[in-house]
């Protein structure tokens, strides 16, 4: 995995979610047609379309705090 997933995933895994987070990135991530191991900063939007689908399941309410923070990961990574 690329830096930017590898920051996806350590948000996701400060979560609740803890080391189910990769099971969750993974399938979000094929589902929404993005490589997992070279994901870029254009990817973003579409996976965070697919977590908030997803994460209220596993998080109720609390999943918002996740995804502000991925968001806020496109402006602070340059592609890979």
């Given amino acids: 995995m690329n830096n930017l997933s590898n920051s996806v995933l350590r948000i996701m895994e400060e979560s609740p979610l803890g080391r189910m987070s990769i099971y969750v990135l993974r399938k979000q991530s094929m589902d929404a047609g993005i490589d997992?191991?070279?994901m870029r900063s254009e990817d973003l939007p579409a996976l965070v379309t697919r977590l908030k689908d997803v994460l209220p399941f596993f998080?109720?309410?609390g999943y918002g705090g996740i995804i502000m923070k991925i968001k806020k990961l496109n402006g602070n990574q340059g592609g890979s």
């Fill in 36 to 38: 997992i191991e070279e």
């Fill in 59 to 61: 998080l109720g309410e």
